[in-house]
């Protein structure tokens, strides 16, 4: 251990006014409330306008957590947003948030490891902090997945949503610390699992390839599924480990909101009680990096954590990218 700590000092999140439910869904594509509750736990998801990019929905969480925080736009030295949804190829959406909130002191980046990028994003900001070069980062998961989808797609149309989430994580001295142990992982063999193919440099867009909706998210959700499980549970297991932490001392499980069935079937592999398992997916569906930290911050704004409680957080996306963290708060 170094000379310095991580403390989360502040949280924020937003989810944009639009709600779309299942019955609404049930008008666009085959489907049914019943099909989509029991396969998935969700009823409803937030909708970013028109004019409302990942930026300005990460905006409005950053500000929330800001105000938490007790910090000012220019305390923070560093923004990194965790987004698979940016609002450009570049410059990265981390500099069109700094522009919004007035940051000028922050260096900026995003970070791309889909539903893991927040637990990425946290280790990576952790350590630069950690370094002693950076004081006070903003850590953002915030998606605007409602563009990447192909809305004639019941099988995955259905499973996403807008949103985001902040937290100011400012360097403490080292007893202090606030971040126990982190697992992060990857396997680019099963890359093809979950993306979107084209509009990058591998697939530039085409007439062909958007008539042929390449520029969509697709996904092979029971593989998906089946590898999710056994990647949280390790990681978690791993951290827990590294600690010296049981799953009895955890106050709150925090996984990635994709679906009730794997996040009860990660749950029940660490042994760890339902009313410890933080579920809200039923209300936001999967939005990717933001799950986490909008889960957070509910958990805060709800006063359902104390100081020095134990969170262990764990999330799975595409790469296939994975990882756990286990916190004190
Ligand atoms: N409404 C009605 N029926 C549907 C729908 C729908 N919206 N979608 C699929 N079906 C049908 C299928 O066509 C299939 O029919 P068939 O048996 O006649 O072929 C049947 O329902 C079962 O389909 P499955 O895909 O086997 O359903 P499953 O139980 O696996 O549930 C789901 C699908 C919800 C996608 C699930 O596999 C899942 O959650 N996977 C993991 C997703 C995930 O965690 N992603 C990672 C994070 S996302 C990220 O990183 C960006």
Same mark, same amino acid.
């Given at each position: 251990? &170094?000379?310095? &700590?991580?403390?989360?000092? &502040?949280?924020? %999140?937003? *989810? +944009? +006014?639009?709600?779309l439910t299942n019955h609404d869904l049930e008008e666009m594509v085959d489907t049914s409330d019943e099909w989509i509750l029991a396969r998935t736990g969700i009823k409803t998801r937030h909708i970013a306008a028109d004019d409302q990019p990942t930026s300005s929905l990460a905006y409005e969480a950053s500000l929330k957590a800001l105000e *938490? *925080?007790?910090?000012? $736009?220019?305390? #923070?030295? @560093? #923004?990194?947003? *965790? /987004?698979? %949804? $940016?609002? =450009?190829? !570049? $410059?990265? /959406?981390? =500099? !069109? @948030?700094q522009r919004k909130l007035g940051a000028t002191n922050a260096a900026c980046f995003s970070l791309e490891a889909a539903c893991s990028g927040f637990v990425y994003g946290f280790q990576v900001a952790s350590g630069m902090l950690q370094s002693g070069m950076f004081e006070n980062a903003l850590l953002v998961g915030a998606e605007k997945f409602s563009t990447l989808l192909d809305w004639t797609d019941r099988t995955t149309c259905i499973l996403f949503g807008d949103g985001a989430g902040a937290a100011v994580l400012r360097r403490v001295p080292s007893d202090d610390n606030g971040l126990l142990a982190c697992k992060l992982g990857a396997n680019g063999e099963f890359a093809e699992l979950l993306g979107v193919p084209a509009g990058g440099t591998a697939m530039p867009l085409t007439h062909e390839r958007l008539d042929q909706r390449l520029n969509c998210l697709q996904m092979k959700g029971r593989e998906v599924f089946r590898l999710a499980v056994n990647a949280m549970v390790e990681s978690c297991e791993s951290v827990m480990a590294d600690a010296g932490i049981s799953i009895d001392q955890v106050r709150w499980l925090v996984p990635h909101q994709a679906n009730t069935r794997i996040i009860l079937g990660v749950g029940k592999r660490l042994g760890i009680p339902t009313e410890r398992v933080f579920m809200n997916l039923d209300r936001y569906g999967n939005t990717s990096a933001a799950t986490i930290p909008i889960a957070l911050d509910e958990i805060a704004r709800g006063e359902l954590v104390s100081k020095d409680d134990y969170v262990l957080l764990t999330a799975f996306g595409g790469g296939l990218t994975w990882g756990a963290l286990l916190l004190r708060w």
């Open positions: 251990m &170094g000379q310095y &700590g991580v403390r989360i000092v &502040g949280t924020g %999140s937003y *989810a +944009p +006014p639009k709600v *938490a *925080a007790g910090m000012a $736009p220019d305390d #923070i030295d @560093l #923004i990194i947003v *965790a /987004t698979s %949804s $940016p609002d =450009c190829i !570049f $410059p990265n /959406t981390g =500099c !069109f @948030l």
